[in-house]
């Protein structure tokens, strides 16, 4: 669906399936955000031509966190020359704790060693400027990408709508995501893009989201 002017997101709402939302952002560059399950990339790929693009189309690819459902299809976008970034501490993890659950998902790790490492602070991708926040508590490495111009904040498996992410995944750590979410309250969102699950819309009602998640689910991790 098209979300507002130079963004477009692929929503995953199959109750059977576990694969995440995937988000195009459209500039000089195009960026995705989160490509999924390889075996389910026909997902993206039907959204990508619904608005007359391909695979090869994509210049870069940005994955919030390392697991499966969020980095497989990477090797997809690859194929066509996209450059890959993730955050230097997920890869970290990946290569030596992490090795162990990607073996068990059927993937050989090396096979998805970044092109570039994503740190805290600014990210500019042709005209399109980001800001990274690293948010460790669904694993070691996540980020939330904000993007200031439009107030939108693509929150990975940290934040739901009405839910956060699970910290019982070998990397979590509940203490953690609780930090996490609390820095990310303090940005002026107007639109919460998550990882699952719909879309958040207007700074209202984000924000009493970050209350709700706060007094009711942080109890429990």
């Known amino acids: 669906m ?23 952002v459209e500039g000089h560059r195009r ?7 390889r075996a389910l ?7 990508l ?15 919030t966190h390392g697991h499966p459902d969020h980095l497989e299809a990477i090797e ?11 955050h230097r501490e997920e890869w970290r993890w990946l290569s030596n704790a992490g090795r162990q659950m990607a073996a068990a998902m059927g993937m050989d790790i090396d096979d998805f060693e970044p092109d570039f490492f994503i740190g805290e602070g600014d990210l500019c991708i042709g005209n399109l400027e980001f800001s990274v926040h690293h948010t460790p508590g669904h694993s070691p490495g996540s980020i939330c990408l904000y993007w200031p111009d439009k107030g939108a904040l693509f929150s990975g498996d940290v934040l739901f709508d009405q839910g956060l992410g699970r910290t019982d995944l070998p990397g979590g750590d509940g203490a953690a995501l609780k930090t996490s979410i609390k820095n990310l309250a303090g940005l002026q969102t ?32």
């Open 76 to 86: 997809l976008l690859r194929e066509t020359g996209a450059k890959f970034g993730l």
């Open 2 to 24: 098209n979300v507002f002017e130079g963004l477009h997101g692929f929503f995953w709402q199959s109750q059977t399936a576990n694969n995440c939302n995937s988000y195009l």
């Open 31 to 37: 960026v995705l955000i989160d490509p999924g399950h």
């Open 41 to 47: 990339f026909g997902h993206v790929e039907k959204g």
């Open 49 to 63: 031509h619904d608005v007359g693009l391909g695979v090869g189309d994509i210049d870069v690819v940005i994955c």
């Open 190 to 221: 107007t639109w919460l893009l998550p990882g699952h699950g719909g879309l958040i819309e207007g700074a209202a009602e984000v924000d009493r989201n970050f209350e709700q998640v706060e007094n009711f689910y942080f109890a429990y991790i």
